[in-house]
């Protein structure tokens, strides 16, 4: 490895880390960073124990140390190991440790001291995942209190080495490296919408395969496009030697993506992101890059991690495009137009923007802290992760009311699994089925283990029966879980074991749903959120489902792995969590009262209540009736109130005030049909003797015709005040009537009732379009009186000759 550039600046960071206890490397993809700093550590003086390389994934993990090895000339698990969760090499021997990010997170944990350990190097650290993110602000704080000795080295392919070397210190020196030089060729292929990415990558494979020479190197967003790109090529280049590399693929499998082919055939790697950093793949010279990344997603509303597709940053594609440039000259191919490139996003977000935080903030409740502003950040954790995190934890009984960590929380933490996952395994070990539990778990976290579909138990079933490599090491990690979680609980073995969805459950208690339709789309959880089921799925006949993941937005996301539930189970294993609830309904007329049993959101049984709490039914009346006291009193009312002034009886003070006016009549009753009377006695019982006389004085309710007849007045029309009177009752009349300083509008009717003219200028309409209406009346109502001069006439409403007998 003597010509690797790196090998140009190790001299200065060997003095770095000599001088200081904090150093960052910035070196460009093909430097050499990551297989060849770790090993030049080993002779310095202050080096007397283990140095940790993180890798951000399990194959670059093996890969650098299987590099490293064959560099000494020794096999993995000598002086050069690694520790990954499926694969594990090392020794008494071993003084470069590499290991995932995740995995360090683990040790650091339960060793905050790192005991026996000399230097923490992280690699890859621009990828800004979460592991790492958490793994270094640890890896300082440890630094800091306990191990001022402890060398931390930060090894990045961008400029954000200088964030970098803030977050170590003052004394932090910055190295930088430069990378190979090797000729690279960019050919923009465009864009292609029309088809699937699978389609366009497979014609640009083969447009590559034949005007180049060398390995090819296709990038695709995720497992399925790889899966139907190879079927493509399979046809179209029957005797090319077509590899997936990704992390489904086995280890025995991922060597032969990352090494040449041991008989000399041309290879075409179809990798997702895994290969962007870290691997080297022997003999690759060509790059295909369809300028897609999937990213995993928290979605704090629907409580579900989802993979998102979106356009690879300019950053990615960079680092994709060099692999073509790692050994030699090479070309890269990319599936999009050149003038759009500068409009892609310059990096992708850190996992801690987009990630579920939960995991983090269990790790710092272990670690003794339940503010993660204590720590060292390049970009702290965002609040409202945080909080949902919390509560997450809190549903678990991982956290106490003040944020710290419970028995149960130190137990789920020292499972290598997510907290949801770890409790799952946890609830199986103490029922006697750890073994299940973890299974189960995994099968959560391995994406395409048991095959595809909805139903979990159908996929668990398929990988039970699988015997290939993958398979079997899996099954060899969950029983490691199994077995360290029986030796955190006691067990109480029962002869009926809880079924799977009650392990995942135990785990995923917001996440038991229940049906909304007979067609099983539509699903209710018990965390209150919705989702939906193809109702083509064999789970869409079910009652209660467990949701194991959901893909899409927080309203409808899409169940995408699940396990059927029957109630009777969840009475019987989750008696805790059900509550049984008196309920009060409001149906739009009247107060329902039931009684509920329910997880949550979800409503298991529900009937009468034959005892309801008669203050509840009272308060949630007057809250209905606060929502617009209009509709209860007479409009009546409420128009002369407001044409008189009076504050009181505006529809806001009335509902401040109904628990005055109003609960004494809702006493005893489950609706508000209250006869009119007695509520306008109740609102008016509330006015004072000034306001009473104000009512009546400034908005009087009738208005007395010369004749004696009262008239209710209208204060609701757009006209008021206004009243409607048989002309005859106005004789005799010459002032025109008001009410306070307003002219009454005054509706004049004929003997029938029938509308004949409105005017607020009576004396106007006596002398004016009187002689009109008199003209047309006095024909169609001949036995009625209509004088020429109204105004000079005694008020009645006889006829003529009743008029005449009687003198008026």
Request: hydrophobic share 45%; net charge neutral.
């Amino acid at each position: 490895m003597s010509h690797l550039p790196i090998h140009a600046v190790l001299p200065d960071l060997l003095d770095a880390l000599r001088m200081h206890s904090g150093a960052v490397l910035v070196a460009p993809p093909g430097a050499g960073k990551t297989t060849a700093v770790a090993p030049a550590l080993l002779d310095q003086p202050w080096c007397n124990g283990t140095v940790i390389l993180t890798s951000p994934r399990r194959v670059a993990a093996r890969a650098a140390a299987e590099r490293m090895a064959q560099a000494l000339g020794e096999k993995p698990g000598e002086t050069i190991g690694y520790l990954t969760r499926l694969d594990t090499k090392r020794s008494a021997r071993t003084r470069v440790l590499v290991m995932t990010e995740a995995i360090f997170v683990n040790t650091v944990l339960a060793d905050p001291e790192l005991a026996g350990i000399s230097a923490v190097l992280f690699d890859e650290a621009h990828e800004r995942h979460l592991d790492s993110d958490l793994g270094l602000a640890l890896a300082l704080e440890s630094r800091a209190v306990l191990r001022e000795d402890l060398r931390v080295l930060v090894m990045s392919a961008t400029i954000d080495g200088a964030r970098f070397r803030t977050l170590l210190g003052d004394d932090a020196r910055m190295i930088e490296s430069a990378g190979r030089a090797h000729p690279l060729q960019i050919e923009w292929l465009g864009a292609m919408p029309q088809i699937p990415v699978e389609d366009a990558v497979a014609k640009a494979i083969g447009t590559a395969w034949r005007e180049q020479a060398g390995d090819i190197l296709a990038f695709l967003p995720g497992v399925r496009e790889i899966e139907r790109t190879r079927e493509r090529l399979e046809g179209r280049l029957p005797n090319a030697l077509v590899l997936p590399l990704h992390g489904q693929v086995d280890p025995a499998g991922q060597r032969a993506a990352i090494r040449r082919d041991p008989e000399g055939r041309r290879r075409i790697v179809l990798a997702t992101a895994i290969a962007e950093t870290s691997l080297t793949l022997d003999g690759v010279s060509i790059v295909v890059d369809a300028g897609l990344s999937r990213r995993a997603e928290f979605d704090r509303a629907a409580g579900t991690t989802r993979l998102v597709t979106h356009r690879a940053s300019q950053a990615a594609a960079a680092q994709r495009t060099g692999r073509a440039a790692r050994q030699g000259p090479g070309v890269a191919y990319r599936l999009w137009e050149e003038a759009g490139h500068a409009g892609r996003p310059a990096f992708d977000p850190p996992e801690m923007e987009t990630a579920d935080l939960a995991p983090l903030v269990l790790a710092l409740a272990q670690w003794g802290t339940g503010d993660p502003g204590e720590l060292a950040w390049l970009d702290p954790p965002p609040a409202a992760s945080i909080a949902a995190a919390r509560s997450t934890l809190a549903e678990l009984g991982a956290l106490d009311a003040k944020g710290r960590i419970t028995e149960t929380g130190s137990k789920l933490a020292k499972l290598p699994l997510d907290p949801q996952g770890a409790a799952c395994v946890l609830f199986g070990a103490e029922h006697g089925v750890a073994e299940d539990a973890a299974r189960l778990a995994l099968l959560l976290q391995e994406r395409g283990l048991g095959g595809q579909g909805e139903d979990l138990e159908a996929r668990l079933a398929r990988w039970n029966a699988d015997r290939g490599a993958r398979a079997e090491a899996n099954r060899r990690l969950a029983s490691r879980w199994a077995k360290t979680a029986r030796n955190l609980v006691s067990a109480n073995v029962d002869a009926n074991r809880p079924p799977s969805g009650i392990l995942l459950a135990a785990g995923r208690p917001e996440f038991v749903a229940r049906r909304r339709d007979a067609s099983g789309e539509s699903w209710i959880a018990a965390g209150g959120r919705g989702f939906v089921l193809a109702p083509a799925s064999p789970l869409a006949r079910a009652d209660y489902l467990v949701i194991g993941d959901a893909q899409g937005q927080a309203k409808g996301a899409r169940i995408t792995s699940a396990i059927a539930l029957a109630e009777s189970d969840i009475e019987r294993w989750l008696p805790e969590r059900i509550e049984r609830r008196q309920v009060l309904r409001w149906n739009g007329e009247r107060v329902e009262a039931l009684l509920e049993r329910r997880l949550g959101a979800v409503t298991l049984a529900r009937g009468p209540d034959p005892s309801p709490d008669p203050q509840a039914i009272a308060a949630l009346l007057l809250e209905k009736a606060r929502q617009d006291p209009a509709k209860l009193l007479p409009a009546e009312l409420l128009a002369r109130a407001s044409y008189a002034g009076i504050e009181a009886l505006s529809p806001e003070a009335l509902a401040q005030t109904a628990d005055l006016w109003l609960l004494p009549l809702v006493e005893g009753r489950r609706d508000l049909n209250i006869p009119k009377g007695r509520l306008v006695d109740a609102v008016l019982g509330q006015l004072d003797w000034d306001s009473r006389q104000t009512l009546d004085r400034a908005a009087p309710r009738v208005f007395a015709s010369p004749a004696g007849t009262t008239h209710a007045i209208d204060y609701t029309g757009d006209d008021a005040p206004s009243v409607e009177v048989r002309v005859q009752a106005l004789f005799g009349l010459e002032r025109h009537p008001l009410v306070g300083r307003t002219p009454l509008l005054l509706k004049l009717t004929s003997p029938a009732g029938r509308p004949i003219q409105s005017t607020r200028d009576l004396p106007g309409f006596w002398r004016g379009s009187w002689a009109d209406v008199r003209k047309d009346m006095k024909g169609r109502y001949p036995k009625h009186r209509w004088p020429e001069q109204p105004w000079a006439e005694k008020p009645s409403l006889k006829t003529k000759n009743a008029f005449s007998k009687t003198g008026g």
